[in-house]
RNA sequence: GCCCGAGUGGCGGAAUUGGUAGACGCGCUGGAUUCAAAAUCCAGUGAUAGCAAUAUCGUGCCGGUUCGAGCCCGGCCUCGGGUACCA
C-alpha cells in the first residue's frame, strides 16, 4: 500500500511539473532567437525609427543582482512593444569596462585588467542571456576595446583643435582663430578662454615663439592643459572631477580627497554653460534631475566689479549678484588662496595672515564645511577704496571665500547677507544699513521685496529697479559691468590610473603635441598598476618600445577619467563596426536621439552632463544632427535588499532570538539571507556558514525556533543580501522572474526586494498554460468564433494593456494580464483568435512562453513579427451603465440604466425608486447631479 | 538650512481628466478534492458594532474650495533623494 501510494505522488509530481516546463521552453526559444538572428536590427528607411537604451553597465566582479535587470526589463519590454507595433527598434547593450575595481584588482593580484574585465564581461553575458532580452548583441561596445577607444581620442582630438566661439555661439576650429591672430591679433576675439589671457597684436603674435604660440592656443582650446586646483586623492593616486568628490571623499572607495594645484587636462564645459541650462527646458526628463543639473551649472546674473586699492595700483575684482547693496558694503573679504594675499598684507600683519592662509589650506574641503558655523578670519592691513562714496574699507582674508568661485573675492554687505552678517558681527566692523523700514540688529535681511535706502541715487527704489540702475551706473562710471557667473567649472580631464583610454598626445620640449590625423594610442603593457617611484601615473613605467606610436620627448601618462567613453557610447551603437568613423552620418540621421533611456538618477551630473556636453560639441562640428541625446528618460529605483540579522550576546557566542534580545546586552550581525526562511534561521546552516560560529549556542523563542530580524537597505555583499536573478530563473524561469519585476510596482520607485509574491505570478503564467491545454498537457484550442462577451474581455485588455505600455505605467499591465487570463478562464475561453491576441499583448513581459503558445498556435514565424492587436471600440459598447447612486456625495446603491437615458429621464427614474425615498427620509431633494455614465448625486 | 519627491489594508500596490477607495497579487481564515500532502478549485478578508440586513469611521495631521476630494488650494508632520559657506 505504502509503496503503491509513493508511484501515484511521483507520478502526480511528474504530471504537475509537466504542466508548464519553463526549462525546456526558455531554452528552445533562447536557442532559437540565436541561431535565427532574431534581434539583429538594420536601418531600414521604410520603417519608423525608434530607439530604446539602457545605461550600459560596468562589468563588477560580483555579477548581476536583482537590481540590474529592472531598468533592462523594462526597456525591453517596450523595445518589444514597439516592434510589435512596427517600429524598427534600436535596442542594444555593451559594458562601461574601464574602471577603478579592475585596476585596484590588478594592483592587489598583478592581473592584467583586460583579463579581468574580460571575465566579468563574460559572466554578465551569461546572466543577461537568461533574461531573454532583445538586444542586438552584435551592435555591442566595450570601452576598453582599442576599436572603441580610438574614437574616444577621435573626439579628444577635434575638442583639442576646436576654440568657443562666442559670436556664433558654438565651437570652431582652432585653425580659424590662428588665421584671426595672424591678421588682427586677439583684441577683437569672443571666445572662451583661460582667465589669465592678455592683448596681444597680429605683429605680437607673428613675434611669439612657436612654444609661446602654443601655450597661448591652449588657453582657448575645448580641451587644454593648465594648472589648476584639483581635487587629489591620495589613497587612489588620481585627481578626481567635482562630480566623484562627496562630502570631501571619494565616491569610489570613499578616500578622502584634498585640494592639490597641478598641471591637468582639463575640458572647457563652461563654454557650454548656457546651452546646457537652456536646452534642459526640451527634455522629457524628471524634473528632479533638471533640477540638480541646474543647480549644478549656477548659473547667476549680476556684475563684476573693480575695488581700487588705497596703496597699489591693482584691483579686487569682485562678483556680486546685488550690485544694489554697493552702498551697504563696509570691508571686503578674500579668499585665502588668491593671488593678492601676499601684495596686500602689511608688515605687521605677515606673521597671522601667513599662519592662517597656511592652516586654510592644511583644512581638507570636509573640515571646511562642517566649520560653517565657526567664523574665522584675518586683517590684511590694507584698504579699498569704495567707488561711490571713497570711503576707506578694509580688506579681510576668510575661508568663507572660496577660491574656486566668482574672482575668490567678495565684496561685504554684513546688511544684507548672512554670511557677511555674521563675520562683522565677530570682528566688529561696521555693518551699514541700506534698508528702508528694516532691522538688522539681529539679523542680516535677504528680503528681495525692501526697499533701498541710504544708498544716494538708489534710494527708495526697490531692489530690482536699484538692480537695473546701479548696474547702468557701474557700467557708465566704468568701474564694472554686468556679468553672468556659473557654479559650473571646466572638467578636470586626466586621471593618474593605468585603465582607461590613453591620451593620443606627445610631448616635446613639455608642450604637449597631438598625434597626426589617423594615429591613435594603444594601452602600452607596464610591469605593474602603480605610480613610478618618481610619482608618475602608471604609463610612466611603459618602455618606448611597448608604446603602439612614440613621438617627441615622450607620450602623455595621463589616461581619461571613466566618463570618456560613456559620453559618446550610444552614438556608436548605431555603427558599431564602422572601422573608418565614429559614425556614418547617415546612420546617426537614421536612428537619431535616444527616444527613451532608462538609468538610474545617480548619474545626474555626471554622465548625463557630459554626455549632454559631448553631443552638443559633436553638433556643432557637425558629426551629427541632433544637439540632445536623450530625448525621454526614466530613472528606475533601486530595489533594497531586505536585510536578516541575528543577536549575539556581548562577550559569549551565544545568539539570543529575535523576540527575547531585549532581555541582553547584544549586538546584532548580517546573516546571510539564504539561511533564512520566512525570518527563521536554519540553525545547523549557520553554525557551518562561518568558523567563529561553528560552536555557537542559541536561546530560542517559544516556538523553539530562532527568529531573526530584518531591515530594509542597499543590497551589498558585505551585508549577505544579495539576491541574484540566477537561482530565481533556476526555480521559477525568466519569464516569470520578468513579469514579477515589474509587478512590484512603479518602475521609478525604490522598493524591498521580497520574493514571497513571486509564485503568484508564476502561477499566472501556469493559469494561462492550462486554459490552452487539455489534462492530458496536449496544446488544445477552439477554432470558433469568439463570442461578444469574449471579444469584450479582448479588448478591454488591448485597451488597457496599450494605454498602460504608453505612459510607462509597467506594473499594471501584469495586473491587467491576469485579470484577463482569470476573466478567460471563467468564460472557459480557448478560441484561438483571443489566444493569440493573448500571446501578442504578453509577449513583450514573457517572451519565451508567448512564442511556445505562437508556434503551437500554427505559426511559423517568430511572435516578434505579428502585429500589435488594435483596439476596437465596438465591443465595449454597452447597453446599461451601473449608476452609482449616492446621497450629499455618500454612495448608496447602484442601479443599472440604459446608457441612452438623457438626464432628466435619469434624474426622473431615480427619484421614483423606493430607496430613494428610504434615503430621502422625508426631506426634499435640493439638487440632483447627474454625469451620464459616471455617477448621480442627490443633494438633500 | 534650501530644492525636489513620496505618505492609501497585515504586505507590494491600484484608482489615467475631481465621480462606487482598496483593482491585481501575496499573506491569512474556512471549505471541496486527497489515506496524507503538493497542486488545483470555491468562499471570505480595511476598522468598529451587529446573527443579519445595515450603520458609523477610514487614503500622514489641521483647515479650505466643491453637489462630490486619495486627487485641487493653504498650513504643518514624517520619510526618501539632491545640495550645501556659490557672494
Known amino acids: 500500500m505504502r509503496k503503491y501510494s509513493l508511484i501515484i505522488n511521483f507520478a502526480t509530481n511528474l504530471f504537475s511539473t509537466m504542466v508548464y516546463q519553463f526549462k525546456n521552453i526558455e531554452s528552445k526559444w533562447r536557442d532559437y532567437w540565436k541561431s535565427h538572428s532574431t534581434y539583429k536590427e538594420s536601418e531600414d528607411s521604410t520603417k519608423e525609427k525608434f530607439y530604446v537604451l539602457d545605461m550600459f553597465p560596468y562589468p563588477s566582479g560580483a555579477g548581476l543582482h536583482v537590481g540590474h535587470p529592472l531598468g533592462y526589463i523594462a526597456s525591453d519590454i517596450f523595445a518589444r512593444y514597439k516592434k510589435l507595433n512596427g517600429f524598427n527598434v534600436l535596442h542594444p547593450m555593451g559594458y562601461d569596462s574601464f574602471g577603478l575595481p579592475a585596476e585596484q584588482y590588478a594592483i592587489q593580484t598583478g592581473q592584467h585588467p583586460a583579463v579581468t574585465t574580460k571575465i566579468n564581461v563574460e559572466r554578465y553575458r551569461t546572466q543577461l542571456d537568461k533574461l531573454g532580452f532583445s538586444f542586438d548583441w552584435d ?155 541646474k543647480n549644478w551649472i549656477g548659473k547667476s546674473v549680476g556684475a563684476s566689479l573693480h575695488f581700487s586699492l588705497e596703496k597699489n595700483q591693482e584691483t579686487i575684482e569682485v562678483f556680486t549678484t546685488r550690485p544694489d547693496t554697493i552702498f551697504g558694503v563696509s570691508f571686503m573679504v578674500i579668499a585665502p588662496e588668491h593671488s593678492l594675499v601676499t601684495k596686500l598684507t602689511t608688515q605687521e600683519n605677515q606673521q597671522l595672515v601667513s599662519q592662517y592662509c597656511k592652516q586654510a589650506s592644511l583644512k581638507s574641503e570636509r573640515d571646511r564645511q562642517s566649520d560653517v558655523k565657526n567664523v574665522s578670519g584675518v586683517f590684511t592691513g590694507s584698504y579699498a577704496i569704495h567707488p561711490f562714496t ?337 537561482d530565481l530563473v533556476e526555480t521559477f524561469g525568466a519569464d516569470t522572474l520578468r513579469m514579477y519585476e515589474m509587478f512590484l510596482g512603479p518602475l521609478e520607485q525604490f522598493k524591498p526586494w521580497d520574493t514571497k509574491g513571486i509564485n503568484g505570478v508564476h502561477n499566472f503564467l501556469r493559469k494561462f498554460w492550462r486554459l490552452v491545454h487539455d489534462e492530458q498537457n496536449n496544446f488544445c484550442v477552439s477554432e470558433q468564433d469568439p463570442d461578444k462577451k469574449e471579444w469584450k474581455v479582448m479588448h478591454q485588455t488591448i485597451k488597457k494593456i496599450t494605454d498602460d505600455i504608453d505612459r510607462y505605467s509597467f506594473n499594471t499591465v501584469v495586473s491587467a494580464l491576469m485579470i484577463c487570463v482569470n476573466e478567460l478562464a471563467e468564460l472557459k475561453c480557448n478560441k484561438s483568435a483571443i489566444i493569440s491576441d493573448f500571446a501578442i499583448l504578453l509577449s513583450p513581459y514573457a517572451p519565451h512562453l508567448s512564442e511556445e503558445i505562437w508556434q503551437l498556435l500554427g505559426n511559423k514565424e517568430s511572435i516578434t513579427q505579428a502585429q500589435w492587436p488594435v483596439f476596437n471600440e465596438q465591443y465595449l459598447v454597452e447597453d446599461n451603465f451601473t449608476y452609482p447612486v449616492s446621497f450629499n456625495g455618500k454612495m448608496r446603491f447602484t442601479l443599472e440604466l440604459p446608457t441612452n437615458l438623457d438626464k432628466a429621464q435619469i434624474e426622473k427614474t431615480v427619484l421614483e425608486l423606493d430607496q430613494t425615498i428610504k434615503y430621502l427620509d422625508g426631506k426634499e431633494p435640493k439638487r440632483i447631479i447627474v454625469v451620464p455614465k459616471k455617477i448621480v448625486n442627490i443633494v438633500c
Open 139 to 293: 551592435r555591442e561596445v566595450r570601452t576598453s576595446d582599442s576599436t572603441y577607444y580610438k574614437w574616444t581620442q577621435w573626439i579628444f582630438k577635434k575638442l583639442y583643435q576646436s576654440y568657443y566661439c562666442l559670436d556664433k555661439n558654438k565651437a570652431k576650429p582652432i585653425n580659424d582663430l590662428i588665421s584671426i591672430f595672424e591678421k588682427q591679433g586677439n583684441e577683437l576675439v569672443n571666445a572662451c578662454c583661460d582667465d589669465d589671457v592678455f592683448i596681444f597684436s597680429a605683429l605680437q603674435w607673428k613675434a611669439f615663439s612657436e612654444s609661446e604660440k602654443q601655450k597661448m592656443l591652449l588657453k582657448y582650446r575645448l580641451a587644454f592643459l593648465s594648472q589648476t586646483w584639483v581635487n587629489w586623492c591620495p589613497e587612489l593616486g588620481t585627481v578626481l572631477a567635482n562630480d566623484e568628490v562627496k562630502d570631501g571623499r571619494s565616491e569610489r572607495g570613499n578616500y578622502p580627497v584634498e585640494q592639490k594645484r597641478m598641471r591637468q587636462w582639463s575640458l572647457r564645459i563652461t563654454a557650454y554653460a548656457d546651452r546646457l541650462l537652456h536646452d534642459l527646458d526640451n527634455l522629457e526628463w524628471t524634473d528632479s534631475i533638471k533640477e540638480i543639473q
Open 390 to 726: 571713497n570711503k576707506k574699507i578694509p580688506v579681510w582674508i576668510a575661508d568663507y571665500v572660496l577660491a574656486s568661485y566668482g574672482t575668490g573675492a567678495v565684496m561685504a554687505v554684513p546688511c544684507g547677507d548672512q554670511r557677511d552678517w555674521d563675520f562683522a558681527n565677530k570682528f566688529g566692523l561696521e555693518i551699514v544699513n541700506i534698508f528702508k523700514d528694516v532691522d538688522i540688529s539681529e539679523k542680516a535681511n535677504d528680503d528681495k521685496s525692501s526697499i533701498i535706502n541710504n544708498s544716494d541715487f538708489l534710494d527708495d527704489l526697490s531692489v530690482k529697479d536699484a538692480l537695473k540702475r546701479a548696474i547702468e551706473e557701474i557700467e557708465t562710471r566704468g568701474i564694472g559691468k554686468k556679468k553672468i557667473n556659473y557654479r559650473l567649472r571646466d572638467a578636470i580631464f586626466s586621471r593618474q590610473r593605468y585603465w582607461g583610454e590613453p591620451f593620443p598626445i606627445y610631448y616635446k620640449d613639455d608642450i604637449p603635441y597631438l598625434l597626426e590625423e589617423g594615429k591613435y594610442v594603444d594601452l602600452p603593457p607596464v610591469d605593474k598598476y602603480l605610480p613610478t617611484e618618481q610619482g608618475e601615473p602608471p604609463l610612466a613605467r611603459a618602455k618606448k618600445e611597448d608604446w603602439n606610436v612614440f613621438e617627441g620627448d615622450r607620450m602623455e601618462y595621463n589616461t581619461m577619467p571613466g566618463w570618456a567613453g560613456s559620453s559618446w557610447y550610444f552614438l556608436r551603437y548605431m555603427d558599431a563596426n564602422n572601422p573608418n568613423e565614429l559614425v556614418s552620418k547617415e546612420k546617426s540621421d537614421y536612428w537619431g536621439q535616444v527616444d527613451l533611456y532608462i538609468g538610474g538618477a545617480e548619474h545626474a551630473v555626471g554622465h548625463l552632463l557630459y554626455s549632454r556636453f559631448w553631443t552638443k560639441f559633436l553638433y556643432d562640428i557637425d558629426c551629427i544632427s541632433f544637439q540632445e541625446p536623450f530625448k525621454k528618460m526614466i530613472n528606475q529605483g533601486m530595489i533594497l535588499g531586505r536585510s536578516s540579522f541575528v543577536y549575539r550576546i556581548n562577550d559569549t557566542n551565544t545568539f539570543v532570538s529575535f523576540e527575547k534580545r531585549k532581555e541582553h546586552k547584544t549586538s546584532r550581525i548580517h546573516v546571510d539571507i539564504s539561511l533564512v526562511d520566512n525570518d527563521i534561521l536554519d540553525i545547523e546552516g549557520f553554525k557551518n556558514w562561518r568558523s567563529d560560529f561553528k560552536d555557537a549556542d542559541f536561546i530560542l523563542n517559544d516556538n523553539n525556533q530562532y527568529c531573526c530580524g530584518f531591515e530594509v537597505e542597499k543590497m551589498s555583499k558585505s551585508k549577505y543580501n544579495v539576491q541574484t536573478p540566477d
